[in-house]
């Protein structure tokens, strides 16, 4: 078996799931078993490796060139969705010939329901076993560009300049970049490996922020509630139904964007809400927080002030922090075809910790990773396409070298 394969497979069989409501950095101490071992594999590559008080691991190649040339950083990151366990220790590997995929007694994958299969006719995908994620995000990634790095060791014909590497803890939960050193990452420009299909390329993401409802309920005995049982749940579902159906997830595309209840927990007496929020404009975000403000406003007056509510923005567009270094975005397109990948630009329906990093002054698009179906059981890659992405990072490295040195 490849080194590639292996690698990704050893990676998905650790359980690095994080956890959005621990107060602890990283968010679950499991995540620093595949930090050290992450540490210690850039070190015996030969590179140079910390990992610093929070979880985030940094290493460096250095340039093979007597020219100077500026740092580029390629980051992924280590943990996966809280969405469904995530310690992938029973993967199948099959040469897929089209139909539907069979993951386990009970659980099926069909191409009726999962059309992107459709496009993986002929390539080797590796699948869960349907009782967890398989954490191809974004362990495929960090897969990819440990297989890079290796690649360029054993060639140093390859020339480049200086490659900075970042894997990071707690992007699930939108904390990946929270305790993100970009002074010390030292890069002039990175790329996040945390997509989807060969050829995804984006630049461009959702607005997000995320909403916390609490409700206080009235409870009392059933048998004598009557005009006093205030059910906050109901109160809840209340609610939820006053906000645009149509604005749902499952109802959005392309750059619409949606509310979504992520997580509800209640009894009569209290119930909690978590909404995430989101839009590719800038206007229609803020007017989809105003929506927000204003229903629990409205809910408010109707119950006498049971609900209270904290919303707060978690990432914006990165869209406005890379357009003004448009160069980055071409060298990795241009890498693609360079490789005889047909590039897919599209906009992220989510975001990475490249959206925030673009913020924090370290402009940061987004490569694909051949993942599919992620966050959930029906989890998948194609190892085709991450060696393909293995390939972009190396060729991106060379391309750029050559084009800051004159060579192309």
């Known amino acids: 078996m490849e080194k590639l394969v292996e690698r990704f497979l050893s990676y998905i069989a650790m359980d690095t799931m994080s956890d959005g409501r621990s107060d602890t950095v990283p968010s679950t101490a499991k995540q620093l078993k595949l930090a050290e071992r992450l540490r210690d594999e850039l070190l015996e590559l030969g590179l140079e490796a910390t990992m610093d008080q929070y979880g985030y691991v940094y290493g460096s190649l250095a340039g093979n060139v007597d020219r100077e040339v500026p740092v580029i950083g390629f ?20 040469s897929y010939e089209g139909g539907d995929v069979r993951l386990n007694d009970k659980i099926v994958m069909t191409e009726e329901e999962f059309p992107a299969l459709k496009a993986l006719h002929g390539k080797t995908l590796i699948t869960t076993d349907g009782t967890t994620l398989l954490g191809g995000d974004d362990k495929a990634g960090i897969a990819e560009i440990m297989d890079a790095l290796e690649y360029l060791v054993a060639h140093p014909e390859i020339k480049h300049g200086k490659i900075a590497v970042g894997f990071t803890p707690d992007e699930e939960i939108g904390a990946g970049a929270d305790h993100f050193d970009v002074e010390a990452f030292g890069a002039k420009f990175a790329y996040t490996l945390d997509g989807g299909e060969e050829g995804e390329f984006e630049y461009e993401n959702f607005n997000a922020a995320s909403a916390l409802i609490k409700i206080q309920g009235k409870s009392v005995h059933p ?53 995430l929020v989101r839009d590719h404009d800038r206007e229609k975000f803020e007017k989809k927080k105003e929506l927000m403000r204003d229903t629990v406003d409205y809910m408010n007056k109707k119950y006498g002030g049971i609900l209270e509510l904290d919303m707060k923005d978690s990432y914006y567009n990165m869209r406005e922090m890379v357009e003004p270094h448009k160069e980055i975005v071409e060298l990795a397109l241009d890498s693609m075809k360079q490789l005889g990948i047909t590039p897919l630009v599209k906009p992220i329906r989510g975001g990475t910790d490249g959206s925030r990093l673009s913020y924090m002054g370290l402009p940061c698009p987004n490569l694909f990773v051949g993942d599919y179906h992620p966050h959930g059981r029906f989890e998948l890659v194609a190892i085709e396409e991450m060696r393909n992405a293995s390939a972009l990072i190396v060729e991106i490295a060379r391309r750029f070298c050559a084009q800051t040195t004159g060579e192309v």
């Open 223 to 275: 048998g004598s509630a009557k005009n006093m049982m205030i059910n906050s749940m109901y109160v809840g579902m209340e609610l939820e139904q006053m906000l645009p159906k149509a604005q749902r997830p499952e109802h959005t595309e392309g750059y619409e964007g949606f509310f979504m209840l992520n997580e509800i927990r209640g009894t009569i007496d209290y119930t909690e809400m978590d909404y």
């Open 75 to 94: 980051i992924s990151h280590m943990d996966t969705s809280p969405a469904l366990g995530g310690e992938c220790k029973n993967p199948r590997i099959l």
